[in-house]
């Protein structure tokens, strides 16, 4: 090589290894996101739960394709991965970190894949490089969604090395056999799988047309065979779940012909940039083999001879534009997520990869500037995904004008990788599960959680949510039946009460509350931090049967409000607080507590519910020496203008410290000093802010003050 030669190449080779280099981080980021993610105690997405009772099912020999049942509805896809899961389960622990280990062990197994096609193209190993870090840089952008208990993973690595395999199995019918193999489990995997038998198809005619019978013959077999298999296994129901049931999800029209492109474009402008670069590389060739063409008098040949010279391009560019057609379609699926742009962002970074040139000193000086600027593209990608995590909503909400400033945040790893409080809340809440009678929880977002407290689990809200009208009613009341009947007797609840469960659940009370920072929610997709706009505020809710509190030894029951009435308090002034007690579920309120009993003191039991304002005072009591005044306090929202106080004769007071709370009560202990022994006094509750209410429960004299609290 020339010493001019050679300085020409050098940028490239320099840009080479900074390609090389930031995918390389991107490795190790990915890596460590997977190693702090693996071992999460609950759900990292809340259909988790719904995959590892399918592989339950299999494991224990129950049926997955049937009518649907309180017990199980299947979710619309092929079975493989939960078959995979319980297979491997039968060896190792069956639970998340299995489900999860074989999703990323399936990325693992994408990113060879793509290292191979790039070989396979004669490409150098920073086209390799370069495939990979594309795609572990739209980990974000798919919701963080590649190692969490679904199959995404798992198909996605079954399509690629079947596609690989039939790029490179001219010659070999075995090759192309087993590239069949591969591609009918990833439609066993997954049904979207259909359209690249389609694209392959098609495309094998340019790649190994005399290899192509063997690869269709082997999918036909297996996909086909087995579908009518199953049908004969499942009397006819394997069909109806995995494709007539999709029909009645509505499809969105803006999704498919907009946003799903405006999403791609905003969250990869670099590489939309190469791919728009390639793509006018590759109409220029094109223009000019078409001038050539017409002056040879063997065109067909030269045609053909054209085509196989840019097999490798052309084919890989069919597959990016089946997977950018695949995450359209997945996306535009109502109750989808972007977990759908998943084939579209790989299957575009093998493309770019193989499509991109690469310079030698050999080579004509147009493809070391055309690699020189593609590298260049790719590297500002890598970064940028590094750096930003895109929100395309304010965008589809307010325009690109006004909605692109506020379209992009920074990177948080928080929200990514669950923090020292999250984990802590998750083991808490998991060995709580753990200890209840699983026969008896209900958990319609959260499946598995009966089955890890020892029962046999229960249709989730996913599989209520797909079924037909009338089958869904049907369940619904088979599920308030077994409320009504006592075989459920703990129902946890992420949200609101779903409406058609609240007759049954109305003389419930709430055993435990989280919200805030107490909740435990998923790290991808809905519930989750991650990739929201508009962050999910729902609370989450443990309700069961009330159980009346213990009163300890040497406590006088001042009031507790378990008759229905204001238990002796009196009105002092306004409606607010009603004409008696109120259950956990009031009207128009979400619902109350933990507190104790089935009753409790509400300043919004009035029609004008927060609105109203009022103030009652309790019957005497007298303070004893060394006791304390312990009740229950809550409020909704602000505080400033509600109190609870103590009231003596002489009109000597003192206010109670009100906890902040969101609809829980929580207890509040008064500690009687000494110059307030023998008085006799009244406890005061005031509400006179129109937009809070005050709870009130369980007022309890003590005549020794307890330690603690």
């Known amino acids: 090589m020339s010493a001019d030669a050679a300085a020409a190449t050098r940028p490239v080779v320099w840009m080479r290894r900074v390609v090389t280099g930031l995918s390389l981080v991107w490795v190790l980021v990915i890596a460590i996101v997977f190693a702090c993610r693996i071992g999460f105690p609950l759900e990292l997405e809340w259909m988790e739960g719904g995959s590892l009772q399918q592989a339950w099912r299999v494991q224990h020999g129950l049926p997955v394709y049937g009518p649907p049942s309180p017990d199980f509805v299947p979710f619309l896809y092929t079975p493989l991965y939960p078959a995979l899961v319980a297979l491997l389960g039968v060896v190792f622990p069956l639970g998340y970190v299995l489900a999860r280990a074989v999703s990323i062990c399936a990325v693992i197994a994408t990113g060879v894949a793509l290292w191979r096609l790039c070989r396979i193209e004669a490409k150098p190993s920073a086209h390799g490089w370069l495939a990979i870090g594309l795609f572990l840089s739209g980990y974000v952008f798919c919701f963080r969604w590649l190692d969490i208990a679904r199959g995404?993973?798992?198909?996605?690595?079954?399509?690629?090395?079947?596609?690989?395999?039939?790029?490179?199995?001219?010659?070999?019918?075995?090759?192309?056999?087993?590239?069949?193999?591969?591609?009918?489990?990833?439609?066993?995997t997954k049904q979207t799988a259909a359209v690249f038998v389609v694209i392959?198809?098609?495309?094998?005619?340019?790649?190994?047309?005399?290899?192509?019978?063997?690869?269709?013959?082997?999918?036909?077999?297996?996909?086909?065979?087995?579908?009518?298999?199953?049908?004969?296994?499942?009397?006819?129901?394997?069909?109806?779940?995995?494709?007539?049931?999709h029909q009645g999800h509505a499809f969105n029209d803006e999704r498919f012909w907009s946003k799903t492109w405006g999403m791609f474009l905003h969250a990869e402008p670099f590489a939309a940039g190469l791919c728009a670069v390639l793509l006018g590389l590759g109409v220029s060739v094109v223009i000019r083999r078409a001038m050539r063409l017409g002056r040879d008098a063997l065109g067909l040949r030269t045609l053909w001879q054209g085509l196989r010279a840019s097999r490798g391009t052309i084919y890989w560019g069919a597959m990016a534009?089946?997977?950018?057609?695949?995450?359209?379609?997945?996306?535009?699926?109502?109750?989808?997520?972007?977990?759908?742009?998943?084939?579209?962002?790989?299957?575009?970074a093998a493309f770019l990869a193989v499509a991109l040139?690469?310079?030698?000193?050999?080579?004509?000086?147009?493809?070391?500037?055309?690699?020189?600027?593609?590298?260049?593209?790719?590297?500002?990608?890598?970064?940028?995904?590094l750096a930003v995590e895109p929100m395309y909503q304010p965008i589809q909400t307010n325009g690109v004008r006004v909605g692109l400033r506020h379209s992009y945040a920074w990177q948080d790893p928080w929200r990514t990788i669950p923090t020292g409080r999250q984990r802590a809340n998750a083991r808490g809440l998991r060995t709580t599960i753990e200890a209840m009678d699983g026969a008896s929880l209900l958990a319609l977002h959260r499946p598995w959680w009966p089955i890890m407290a020892g029962g046999a689990g229960h249709v989730g809200a996913m599989g209520i949510t797909d079924?037909?009208?009338?089958?869904?009613?049907?369940?619904?009341?088979?599920?308030r039946d077994r409320v009504a009947s006592g075989q459920i007797q703990a129902v946890w609840i992420d949200g609101s009460v779903p409406g058609w469960l609240t007759r049954e659940l109305s003389g419930w009370t709430v055993h435990e509350r989280r919200w805030g920072g107490q909740r435990v929610r998923p790290l991808s997709g809905w519930m989750s931090e991650a990739g929201m706009v508009t962050a999910w505020r729902g609370e989450?809710?443990?309700?069961?049967?009330?159980?009346?509190?213990?009163?300890?030894?040497?406590?006088?029951?001042?009031?507790?409000?378990?008759d229905g009435t204001l238990d002796g308090f009196e009105q002092v002034s306004g409606t607010a607080f009603g004409h008696g007690s109120v259950r956990s579920f009031s009207r128009k309120l979400p619902p109350l507590g933990p507190h104790g009993g089935t009753r409790l003191l509400s300043s919004a039991a009035s029609r004008k519910l927060l609105e109203a304002r009022g103030e009652l005072r309790s019957p005497p009591f007298v303070l004893p020496e060394g006791g304390a005044v312990e009740l229950s306090l809550g409020?909704?929202?602000r505080r400033k203008r509600l109190a609870a106080k103590?009231?003596?004769?002489?009109?000597?007071?003192?206010?109670?410290?009100?906890?902040?709370?969101?609809?829980?009560?929580?207890?509040?202990?008064?500690?009687?000093?000494?110059e307030w022994a023998g008085v006799q006094v009244r406890l005061h509750v005031v509400d006179d802010d129109p937009k809070a209410a005050l709870l009130v429960d369980d007022l309890w004299v003590w005549e020794v003050a307890p330690p603690g609290r």
């Open 200 to 245: 392959s198809g098609v495309a094998g005619l340019l790649i190994a047309p005399r290899q192509l019978w063997a690869y269709a013959g082997t999918i036909a077999l297996i996909d086909g065979g087995g579908v009518l298999l199953g049908q004969w296994l499942t009397d006819g129901w394997l069909w109806t779940w995995i494709y007539e049931m």
């Open 357 to 385: 040139p690469h310079a030698n000193a050999e080579r004509a000086e147009w493809a070391k500037w055309a690699e020189l600027v593609g590298l260049t593209l790719v590297a500002l990608q890598l970064g940028f995904a």
């Open 646 to 674: 103590l009231v003596s004769d002489d009109g000597r007071s003192v206010s109670l410290k009100l906890p902040k709370t969101r609809l829980d009560l929580r207890p509040v202990r008064w500690v009687v000093p000494s």
């Open 540 to 562: 989450q809710l443990l309700l069961a049967p009330p159980r009346p509190r213990e009163v300890p030894e040497g406590v006088e029951v001042i009031a507790d409000f378990e």
């Open 321 to 348: 534009a089946g997977g950018l057609l695949v995450s359209a379609l997945g996306y535009s699926t109502q109750f989808a997520e972007p977990n759908a742009f998943i084939p579209g962002v790989c299957l575009c």
């Open 467 to 479: 079924v037909t009208a009338e089958q869904r009613t049907q369940l619904q009341q088979a599920i």
């Open 152 to 188: 995404d993973a798992l198909f996605l690595a079954l399509l690629l090395w079947g596609l690989v395999l039939l790029r490179e199995s001219e010659g070999s019918l075995e090759r192309a056999a087993l590239a069949g193999v591969l591609v009918a489990l990833a439609f066993w």
């Open 635 to 637: 409020t909704t929202g």
